[in-house]
């Protein structure tokens, strides 16, 4: 079946930078017209889009976060790794990392992750 | 980007009883391909989010028909029917047609 986890340190000081990885099993990110897209959610707050990667290896990111966010994938991991600079307390949140099929539809989501940013 | 807004932003509902969601965006989500890049989502309490419709009324694997979209352009609709204990979360709206997604600010549904 499909899974996706995401992993990485629960706890970051301010400037320093995060990566995230997420394992995906029950398929392979070389699948045709599939992808994972990055979600971050602050605690009580809304879903909040940051990047997605394509099995053709098109990258897209947020345009708040874009100078800050890189997207990449090792297919032969399956891992696809996000990484974010210079940290601050608002980018605390849950990150969640979920399977995009046929281009489009975020179709199974990992359970996240609790960031939080704090010296 | 493209902005979505959504309301209400809370609603409470009896069980057995129709509920409607809103959902407008600032630039129109029909594409070229002739498709309207509209989703809806919903994050039960404690739970990663679920898809429920795609492309503004297409039912997700395994939702619902108590569940239904609708909508062009720039606005939609998430209607439940009957809506039933289970359905208590938060509804998403969330446009796909630019390259950089955006999510609607969530609707929070609680049963009375």
């Known amino acids: 079946q499909v899974t996706l986890k995401e992993s990485g340190p629960v706890l970051v000081k301010p400037t320093e930078t995060l990566t995230l990885t997420c394992t995906v099993s029950g398929f392979s990110l070389s699948n045709a017209r599939m992808g994972v897209s990055w979600i971050r959610q602050p605690p009580g707050k809304a879903l909040e889009w940051l990047a997605h990667?394509?099995?053709?290896?098109?990258?897209s990111y947020s345009t708040s976060l874009k100078s800050r966010l890189t997207i990449s994938k090792d297919t032969s991991k399956s891992q696809v790794v996000l990484t974010m600079t210079n940290m601050d307390p608002v980018d605390t949140a849950t990150y969640y990392c979920?399977?995009?099929?046929?281009?489009?539809?975020?179709?199974?989501w990992g359970q996240g992750t609790l960031v939080t940013v704090s010296s | 980007d493209i902005v979505m807004t959504q309301t209400p932003l809370s609603l409470s509902v009896t069980p057995g009883q129709p509920a409607s969601i809103s959902c407008k965006s600032s630039q129109s989500l029909l594409h070229s391909d002739g498709k309207t890049y509209l989703y809806w989502y919903l994050q039960k309490p404690g739970q990663s989010p679920q898809l429920l419709i795609y492309e503004v009324s297409s039912r997700f694997s395994g939702v619902p028909d108590r569940f239904s979209g609708s909508g062009s352009g720039t606005d939609f609709t998430l209607k439940i029917s009957r809506v039933e204990a289970e359905d208590v979360g938060v509804y998403y709206c969330m446009q796909g047609i630019h390259l950089r997604w955006t999510f609607g600010q969530g609707t929070k549904v609680e049963i009375k």
């Open positions: 979920a399977r995009i099929l046929r281009w489009e539809l975020l179709d199974y």
């Open positions: 990667i394509f099995s053709n290896d098109e990258k």
